[in-house]
Nanobody, 115 residues
Framework: QVQLVESGGGLVQPGGSLRLSCAAS????????TGWYRQAPGKQRELVAR???????NYADSVKGRFTISRDNAKKTVYLQMNSLKPEDTAVYYC?????????WGQGTHVTVSS
């Protein structure tokens, strides 16, 4: 059984930075995609950034140039560096891991951008 645990969320002022981490435990196939999603109050969950099985990275237009996703396969951890944060980035951020046969989600970590 694979479990994902996110960390790094919190309260930050506009313009500030946070780094989210998502650590996976359990047996994972060598080929998988990982990504970060977020859900703001009253809104649907949306893609923030994703790394495909081939290493292709894509970002939501709203975070391009500000957020960077990366992955450490040896540590089974995916990161999301968030810079120049805006109030509209406030949301619960979820980590997702997708193998060829199953999809796993973390429990989410809260990010609040406010002065």
């Amino acid at each position: 059984q694979v479990q994902l645990v996110e960390s790094g969320g919190g309260l930050v002022q506009p313009g500030g930075s946070l780094r989210l981490s998502c650590a996976a435990s359990g047996s994972i196939s060598s080929t998988y995609a990982t990504g970060w999603y977020r859900q703001a109050p009253g809104k649907q969950r949306e893609l923030v950034a994703r790394i495909s099985t081939t290493g292709l990275i894509n970002y939501a237009d709203s975070v391009k140039g500000r957020f960077t996703i990366s992955r450490d396969n040896a540590k089974k951890t995916v990161y999301l560096q968030m810079n120049s944060l805006k109030p509209e980035d406030t949301a619960v951020y979820y980590c997702k891991l997708q193998t060829s046969i199953r999809t796993y989600w973390g429990q989410g970590t809260h990010v609040t951008v406010s002065s």
